[in-house]
């Protein structure tokens, strides 16, 4: 399995997919996006100059291993230090707002020379469950033609640069590119795509988690080339980013960016479709056959739920097997 994303919704599908080792004996890779630029990755990222590592970290320790001592250590990767006690109002001691495994990741990408190696062995650290790649051994900006940034004035569209301005855009993105505009993919990871039975998309931050996977020219050829399956998991309510946008309108996405892509399965949550023709719709134009199931937490929240995601996931996954 190789799972394309970044951040929560990454996180998410990966633990989703570690409770299905036991019963489909899975080889998990997750391909993360490399274009964070705020909180901590932001900050490490401007002063160090190499990968922001946030998003790495969350799918190393979503596939943490169980054993006591890896639980210990996948908390400290996510333990974060706060402000130091006593020090004035807007201080800085360094380390503040920083997570542990941030820090971790930009030492072994420093000490090993390369972000793959250093990512190896952070996941022997963690007893990791699979493997986690970079999209691009280089880190990207993220562009988008927003129109509507300034509500002042709805009808200009303005271009909104980086990860973190895009994600909280008030506007409707219109079309999205990365700098530089033509990434050197990361080899592994088209290896592992090239070798894959299922390639999955999703959930996530469609414009800044998703997308930016297909924008990669050597990794966007490879997802199409690959003889795998192809699944996309929908998410369960719209973002900043994409307020204005349909599920259907989700995958229409994916076709504008990637026409080549062809998709197999479409994993929808029921309740969050709502009146499934649409959706369906825009499944077919894909390829692909829409699955409904109930894969969020009960509390009402719009997340998912990953034992649920992974019990959905258990009978798709392993039908062909």
Request: net charge negative; aromatic share 2%.
């Amino acid at each position: 399995m190789v799972a394309f994303g970044g951040g929560h919704g990454l996180s998410v599908s990966l633990r989703a997919l570690r409770r299905c080792v036991p019963e489909l004996d899975l080889d998990i890779t997750a391909v993360v996006t490399v274009g964070d630029d705020g909180g901590s990755s932001g900050r490490l990222r401007a002063r160090r100059g190499g990968l922001p590592p946030g998003d790495l970290r969350q799918a190393l320790v979503a596939l943490a291993g169980d054993h006591p001592a890896t639980r210990r250590t996948a908390g400290l990767f996510q333990h974060r230090f706060a402000d130091t006690p006593g020090d004035p109002v807007g201080t800085d001691d360094g380390l503040a707002g920083h997570a542990v495994g941030n820090l971790v990741l930009c030492g072994l990408i420093e000490l090993l020379g390369d972000p793959v190696a250093a990512l190896e062995h952070a996941g022997a650290m963690l007893g990791a469950v699979g493997r986690v790649l970079p999209m691009s051994r280089q880190p990207v900006g993220i562009e988008a033609r927003v129109r509507g940034a300034d509500p002042a004035y709805p009808d200009e569209v303005r271009t909104v640069r980086g990860q973190h301005q895009v994600a909280v855009t008030g506007g409707r993105v219109e079309s999205l590119r990365l700098t530089p505009t033509t990434p050197a993919a990361c080899a592994e990871a088209v290896a592992a795509t090239a070798e894959a039975d299922w390639l999955i998309f999703g959930p996530g931050s469609w414009y800044t988690s998703v997308l930016p996977h297909l924008l990669v020219p050597g990794l966007a050829a490879a997802i199409v080339a690959s003889p795998a399956r192809r699944l996309v998991t929908l998410n369960l309510a719209a973002e900043k980013e994409t307020l204005g946008l349909s599920l259907a309108d989700h995958l229409a996405t994916l076709r504008h960016y990637l026409p080549e892509l062809a998709v197999d399965l479409v994993l929808a949550d029921s309740k969050a479709v709502g009146d499934p023709a649409p959706v369906e719709r825009a499944a077919e134009s894909l390829g692909a056959r829409l699955v409904l199931a109930p894969v969020a937490v009960t509390d009402g929240e719009p997340r998912h739920d990953p034992a649920a995601l992974g019990a959905a996931l258990v009978p798709v996954l392993g039908a062909d097997r």
